[in-house]
């Protein structure tokens, strides 16, 4: 709506309306910067229709008067296109803070940063800083998201001394009861400790002592109450702090007083979410259950509160305590809060139809099911329980109950897991930190009830794969936290321990989700991502790669399952394998999957083997590896070897260009390789030489007159001429050899295999075997044909 039908004619409005009609053209440069002055002195001339009240006071409802698009687009774009402008800007916020504030609340959250932008130096900010104080004191501007967001702007670009930001402490404290402040209090804190930790520290200490004060005298605005609610929210960020006043000599007789003597149950309700925040102390949990075990007790018993004091118990282990209670009472509390509050609105779930209290009341019922579902005995009844396990999963995929996702896919996870995973070091996995630690004195013999791998192998098909809750988990990935993308790598895996499972996994997109979730690196160091390592190892060990990548290429894998490989510097590549984390299994495996991903007969086995070959990292690994001490491992990698060399042009420099010094390293290496005591090992090595002889001519020429091969492998093959396979590949190898001697060339000939008479009689005795096959029986005539002993 044009301004001048509106207003005044006094005012000239048409600046407003030509200047944004320009911004709307394609131009090659911008307006006149005398244009953004004239209507930005428009846009501050409201200030007198606001005083002669012919529009609101605050500016607030200017939408009715004016095109707020356009006041916007016009503040920006004189901010941004001229310096002159933007000082001419800068002039009238500053001459009038009071009106300028009021003008910029009716714009979008993004002008803030104009608004502050408009200050240049600390000193021009004093006077706002005391609009800021006195709005936020009175509480009566409608914005006040706009304004802790000016107030937070100005301390990251400015830098204050405490005494000018401390009133902050005290004004946002005494509004914890509002949500908006309550959000933007946690971030405001968080710099203010940041960058003033004493000061800050004695100022949130000293209000909090003031407020005891008031409440020990019954003064003030419920100050108890406050102290309560502030310290809850501040606990995950300011622990000790808030540790420290929650220590504070006489506030738990007042606590207490408040809840026995006065029967207040909404506060009770209120200091019950305290002890719950405040048990992230290991210290307050010992306090706690030392103090508050008969609150906790009594409060069991009303049901208003019953969920609360269930959850203190829970993260305190503090109900060992009592008599009346057990771990599958504390369980049942928890699953009839869910399914009381969720199952009549189960088919239109929308957390505006409940009430704030029932959501809450869920939030900590499934907090404290992901703690107990740690616990077998909680696990199998949780399991049982059908009707519960689809209300978590209609939970779990509904968009409105996304702020408790976390602890719905923690107990997945638990849920979820095999038994020997459970008990494994590697279980708790550590991304239970996010929870108390569970070991009270009686917390290892409670819930021993032991659990059944065909139950949890049934669950997991019926609850996960044949709901397809992959499926739906990949759909969300890129809008999920970090914690709780770790739940569902923790869910990935623990399906892919069953290797029935994983062709489904695969097919519901969860190798994608693995890949993305390691490219993605934000975990780096931390246990939950050998989950993701070993997950996809176990996919890519019992699944052709050409069934798995087709967003991908089998080249993203390569790092994840070098990952799992000891390096010879693992402080600076892998700290995990400091702590032991990383097994000597998962090298077994990393290996077995990177040698069906170089096995692959598509382009993506060759490149595989390009990439390993050409990345001296992975390269010096695999050479560490062929000469480990443990046998598996060793068998492992020169497998691996034997079939990258089914691309032997990609490999063959590394063990066969022998002017080369550390390709002749590895061929000696190979050769007394030859001679292991293990027989799996020994067929990897004669494959290797097998291949090479057989596939590139110029190599098998060369080879001919290596001595220790040569004698090595006659003397393997005469040794342990009934192993057959052993027997077939050094065949190979020999028969790759002869094709290159000329037939009845008297200057060419090559004693170590043409008269060597152990070789002759080896293989005469292989043919009167009959055991090898027609097409390396076929092979022993034309060898000995030119034997000439």
Request: aromatic share 8%.
């Amino acid at each position: 709506m044009p301004l001048n039908e509106r207003l005044d004619d006094s005012i000239e409005t048409s600046v407003i309306d030509n200047l944004c009609a320009a911004f709307d053209n394609t131009l090659i440069s911008t307006p006149d910067v005398q244009k953004y002055n004239d209507a930005v002195s428009a846009i501050f001339q409201l200030k007198q229709y606001s005083a002669s009240r012919k529009i609101p006071t605050d500016v607030s409802n200017i939408k009715g008067f004016i095109d707020d698009h356009k006041v916007e687009e016009i503040l920006t774009r004189s901010y941004q296109d001229h310096s002159e402008s933007r000082a001419h800007l800068s002039k009238l916020i500053q001459k009038d803070i009071t009106f300028a504030l009021n003008l910029f609340e009716m714009l979008s959250r993004s002008s803030v940063h104009i608004f502050v932008g408009c200050f240049t130096d600390k000193k021009t900010t004093i006077s706002l800083l005391n609009e800021l104080q006195m709005r936020i004191h009175y509480g009566e501007d409608v914005h006040v998201t706009y304004l802790l967001s000016v107030i937070l702007q100005l301390l990251n670009k400015f830098s204050y001394n405490f005494k000018e930001v401390r009133f902050l402490v005290k004004e946002l404290i005494l509004r914890i009861n509002e949500d908006e402040v309550k959000s933007m209090m946690l971030i405001i804190f968080a710099n203010l400790q940041s960058n003033f930790a004493k000061d800050f520290d004695k100022a949130i200490i000293d209000f909090m002592s003031s407020l005891i004060v008031e409440a020990e005298i019954e003064v003030g605005n419920d100050p108890l109450s406050t102290i309560v609610k502030t310290l809850s929210e501040l606990y995950p960020s300011l622990t000790a702090l808030c540790s420290e006043v929650f220590l504070t000599n006489g506030l738990s007789k007042l606590f207490k007083k408040r809840v026995f003597e006065e029967q207040d149950l909404q506060f009770t309700k209120e200091l019950l979410q305290l002890l719950s925040s405040a048990c992230i102390d290991e210290t307050m949990r010992v306090y706690i259950t030392e103090n508050y075990i008969q609150l906790l007790e009594t409060s069991l018993n009303v049901k208003e509160v019953q969920v609360y004091s269930a959850l203190v118990l829970v993260k305190t282990w503090s109900f060992t305590k009592l008599t009346n209670i057990n771990l599958t009472q504390l369980s049942e509390i928890f699953i009839s809060a869910i399914s009381g509050c969720v199952m009549p609105k189960i088919k239109d779930l929308n957390e505006g139809s409940f009430k704030s209290e029932e959501v809450t009341k869920v939030d900590m019922s499934v907090e404290a099911l992901a703690y107990l579902s740690l616990k077998p005995s909680v696990k199998n009844m949780v399991r049982n329980n059908g009707s519960f396990i689809k209300i978590l999963l209609d939970l779990i995929t509904n968009q409105r109950t996304t702020h408790f996702l976390y602890g719905l896919l923690v107990i997945m996870a638990n849920l979820t897991a095999l038994p020997e995973e459970t008990n494994s070091g590697s279980q708790p996995i550590n991304d239970l930190k996010n929870y108390a630690d569970l070991k009270g004195p009686a917390a290892e013999k409670i819930g021993a009830e032991k659990e059944s791998k065909v139950d949890i192998t049934l669950f997991d098909e019926k609850y996960v794969l044949n709901t397809e809750l992959i499926s739906f988990l990949k759909s969300e990935m890129h809008s999920l936290s970090p914690n709780c993308k770790q739940q569902v790598v923790r869910v990935i895996y623990n399906l892919t321990r069953s290797k029935n499972f994983i062709p489904q996994c695969i097919s519901q997109g969860g190798t994608t989700i693995i890949l993305e979730y390691l490219v993605n690196k934000q975990d780096v160091g931390e246990p939950i991502r050998i989950l993701g390592c070993r997950a996809l190892t176990r996919m890519l060990i019992f699944t052709n790669p050409a069934l798995i990548f087709r967003k991908y290429s089998a080249l993203n894998a390569i790092p994840f399952l070098f990952e799992l490989l000891p390096r010879s510097t693992p402080v600076d590549e892998n700290p995990l394998h400091n702590d032991e984390q990383i097994k000597l299994t998962d090298n077994y495996e990393a290996l077995l999957a990177l040698t069906n991903l170089a096995s692959s007969e598509t382009s993506d086995g060759e490149e595989v083997c390009k990439r390993i070959v050409s990345t001296d990292d992975y390269w010096s690994t695999i050479e560490n590896l062929m000469l480990d001490e443990n046998v598996p491992l060793q068998r492992s990698t020169l497998e691996l070897i034997s079939n990258m060399m089914s691309h032997p042009l990609t490999i063959a420099a590394k063990f066969f260009n022998l002017e080369n010094p550390q390709s002749l390293k590895n061929f000696n290496i190979l050769v007394k390789l030859l001679q292991l005591s293990d027989i799996e090992s020994q067929r990897a090595v004669a494959a290797i030489f097998a291949n090479i002889a057989t596939t590139i001519p110029l190599i098998a020429k060369e080879l001919l007159t290596k001595k220790e091969l040569i004698e090595n492998a006659i003397q393997v093959f005469a040794d342990q001429i009934d192993d057959i396979e052993l027997r077939q590949r050094l065949l190979m190898l020999f028969y790759g050899l002869f094709e290159m001697i000329p037939d009845n060339s008297p200057n060419e000939v090559y004693p170590l295999l043409q008269e060597n008479q152990q070789l002759k009689k080896a293989l005469n005795m292989s043919l009167e075997r009959g055991d090898l096959g027609p097409e390396f029986s076929a092979a022993i005539p034309v060898i000995l044909a030119k034997i000439k002993v």
